[in-house]
């Protein structure tokens, strides 16, 4: 559902994103994973269609996104790590005005922001300013957004960031249900804790590089590799007690 095929991308003589490859297929939650600075939300960035690749091809729902960019952006939702929401705005304004963006077919719009308030626990709030909103309800907001106009993949950078852990429960339990509805979801973390328990496939990216890919069993299994980036990375994943931070073994 969402292919990405030898990304590159530079800034000036740094490359960012080196080559990265992955496929994340419907039903899917996919982590993304790696240490700060290593290119993940670049790459999202990319994914999203607000940087352009220096090489590289991403198809979203079969769509070329460099040939067919409003159709492949169609079928995305995007959740960034600094969401911007206008706060004059109440929650189920933000809402329509976000529906109105995606083009929704007006009959569907109030029973789908609804169901969207109801999921992400935002109902009680809806007439509610933005501004007002903690940072969990902001983030839970947005998600709705993301998830409002039915895409068939989502990008996540970095959602667990500076949530509580009822905010982070609820919002691991809509990610599963929605990767069972169909929805591939892409998503970024730097802790390793997140994606052993949220995804269903890795990628493992470090200075701009793909390192591994695979589930979590398949990536316990490459453990014994002798590789001086890999090993510290698998050992973790084999033994540890998974709380570590990436960045503390690379
Ligand atoms: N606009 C930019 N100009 C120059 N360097 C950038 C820019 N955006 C990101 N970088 C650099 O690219 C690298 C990857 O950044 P980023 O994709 O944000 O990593 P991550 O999300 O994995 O923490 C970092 O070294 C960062 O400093
Ligand atoms: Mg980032």
New binding site residues.
Partial sequence: MITVEHLVKR?GN?T?VDDVSIDVASGQIHGFL?P????????IRIIAGLLRPDAGRILVNGHDLAIEPEAAKAALGFIPDRPFIYEKLTAGEFLRFHAGLYGMDEAAIDDRIREMLDIFELGKWQHELVESFSHGMKQRLVMSAAFLHRPKAVLVDEPMVGLDPRGARLIKDVFRRMSAHGVAILM?THTLEVAEEMCDRISIILKGQIIAHGTVEELRAMAGTPNDELTPVFLKLTGGSGLQEIDEIV
């Fill in positions: 800034f740094f960012a790696g700060n600075g290593a290119g993940k939300t670049t790459t970024s």
